[in-house]
């Protein structure tokens, strides 16, 4: 899907490499991705391709700023509520607008759920909409009731809203993480094998989740090993064999 | 909210015991809300910054601004002894590692807890023990111990007293120096907890002194890297302990056992 003139990007990485150095293994280099540069419209899924290696996690955590970049910026369109449409480099930004945008602009859903002992997974769920509300009760229970959507969804039994999801099957947790993205769209979603240790029809409803924020919009960027879900829900692929670092002398 | 001015700014701040210097030009901004973790091994200076920050022990040099209420951002050092007193049992909390320094072991946990409420200048009796049994199940604790002392209350017991006693004036900013060390894990897992959803819940900005990478990763949303007084590395803590850069975070990274 081409965007339509005057479309401008949401994100836009531009000459972004990474490399880790080891200082306690004798300093060695591990230089992962280099000159990653494309630009990422609304509405749009990029698939990320490449076998395993090849820096697609390192790109979506270079993205969400976890990972610090090398080189080169990440420039992603922010509402700060002063200027709408104004844009944050990821690679730059201060901590307080690294925060702000990962409250409003980009949601992530790692492969992996940290959990906090003792949060029931509803909570766990609602949280990312009650960011900046206070304790409005008012809040509480919209975000509790959209949350439950997503659970039901989901298929997460009744019996374990109220139970922290520590003690949760790999499946769970991941189904957790996902609700826990989804109940708010973002400008721009980051999801790591999303559907990695899902069941079909639990995949099945993951696809149709992607397909209807990217239809409102938001601009997913992930990593789908399965062909198959890929071929349903990606309208562009990115060759990370562009990114690849060239040969080092160390 | 980058433009928002910070509640703390931090300059300078040097401190020396005798010929070495504990805590070396250490600066840094704190935004209302925030928490951030300030990790090292002991001996870092980590506990002396703390103390210098929150007024207790006047640094050799540097500067300490808090955003008071009334009057804009005021160093600390510069408030004359009975307003930086005031501030402390107001607008500021500090939790010690051990709660017997912080708490008044031989009075009821509810007086502990109103202690700060009559410091400022609330006389009613029956308010103050109803706004200590109020904060007292805010930190779990069964009310119904509320004429105990803490002598009588496990470790982890008296660590939630010695917040909801810290909490009850509603700070805006808390101190805490290793809150959850010297507890059982079971009960260290509730106390984070406890103070994960309180630090969320009121918008408290705290600054956590820890050697443990854990308690930085639930509580904290930044982390400054402490090693022979000086800060080696900053930044989100994901990033910090995700894509540690200075040899020390990785080397105090990488000997974390994971269970």
Redesign the interface.
């Known amino acids: 899907m081409m965007p339509g003139v005057g479309v401008k990007p949401v994100l836009r990485a531009s000459g972004l490499s990474k490399r880790?150095?080891?200082?306690?293994q004798g300093g060695v280099e591990l230089p992962v991705l280099e000159g990653v540069a494309f630009e990422a419209f609304p509405g749009e899924c990029i698939a990320l391709d490449g076998p395993s290696g090849a820096g697609k996690s390192t790109l979506l955590?270079l993205i969400y700023?976890?990972?610090?970049a090398s080189t080169g910026s990440v420039h992603v369109r922010h509402d700060?509520g002063?200027q709408a449409g104004a844009e944050v480099d990821m690679t730059r930004a201060?901590?307080?607008?690294?925060?702000?945008v990962r409250r409003s602009t980009i949601g992530y859903v790692s492969q992996f759920l940290?959990t906090?002992?003792?949060?029931g997974s509803l909570d766990v769920v609602a949280e990312p909409l009650l960011a900046g509300t206070?304790?409005d009760p008012e809040a509480l229970r919209d975000a509790h009731r959209q949350a439950q959507d997503l659970l039901l969804r989901l298929r997460i039994p009744q019996r374990l809203w109220h139970v922290a999801p520590a003690t949760f099957s790999g499946g769970e947790q991941q189904r957790i993480n996902l609700a826990r993205s989804f109940v708010r769209d973002w400008p721009v979603l980051l999801l790591d094998e999303p559907t990695a240790s899902l069941d079909a029809s639990n995949s099945a409803t993951v696809v149709a989740l992607i397909n209807e924020v990217r239809k409102r919009g938001t601009t997913v960027i992930g990593i789908f090993h399965d062909a198959h879900i890929r071929e349903q829900v990606a309208t562009r692929v990115l060759d990370m064999g562009c990114f690849q670092p060239g040969p080092r002398s160390r | 909210m980058t433009d928002n001015p910070p509640l703390l700014r931090v300059q300078g701040v040097t401190m020396h015991y005798g010929a070495r210097r504990a805590v070396d030009d250490v600066s840094f901004d704190l935004w209302p809300g925030e928490v951030l973790a300030v990790v090292g091994e002991s001996g870092s200076g980590k506990t002396t910054l703390l103390n210098a920050v929150a007024a207790r022990v006047k640094p050799d040099a540097g500067r300490v601004g808090f955003m008071t209420r009334h009057d804009g951002m005021v160093d600390v050092y510069s408030m004359s002894e009975a307003q930086r007193r005031l501030l402390a049992r107001t607008d500021w909390g500090y939790v010690h590692q051990d709660a017997v320094q912080g708490l008044r072991m031989n009075v009821s946990a509810g007086a502990n807890v109103g202690e700060r409420l009559m410091a400022l200048g609330e006389r009613h009796y029956g308010r103050i023990r109803t706004e200590a049994a109020n904060w007292l199940q805010r930190v779990e604790m069964d009310a119904g111990r509320i004429d105990d002392t803490p002598a009588t209350f496990s470790g982890g017991m008296r660590q939630r007293l010695q917040i909801a006693r810290n909490l009850v004036t509603r700070p805006r900013l808390v101190f805490m120096d290793e809150p959850t060390s010297g507890l059982d894990v079971s009960v260290q897992a509730k106390l984070l907890d406890l103070l994960r959803t309180l630090t969320r819940g009121l918008s408290l900005a705290a600054i956590v002194v820890t050697h443990d990478l854990a308690v930085a990763r639930l509580l904290a949303h930044r982390m400054m890297v402490m090693k022979e007084g000086r800060v080696v590395e900053t930044g989100l803590t994901d990033q910090v302990l995700d894509d540690p850069q200075h040899p020390y975070t990785q080397l105090l990274v990488s000997s974390v056992l994971q269970p």
């Open positions: 880790f150095v080891l200082h306690n955590k700023a976890n990972y610090r700060d002063v201060s901590a307080q607008t690294l925060l702000a940290r906090v002992p003792r949060v206070g304790a």
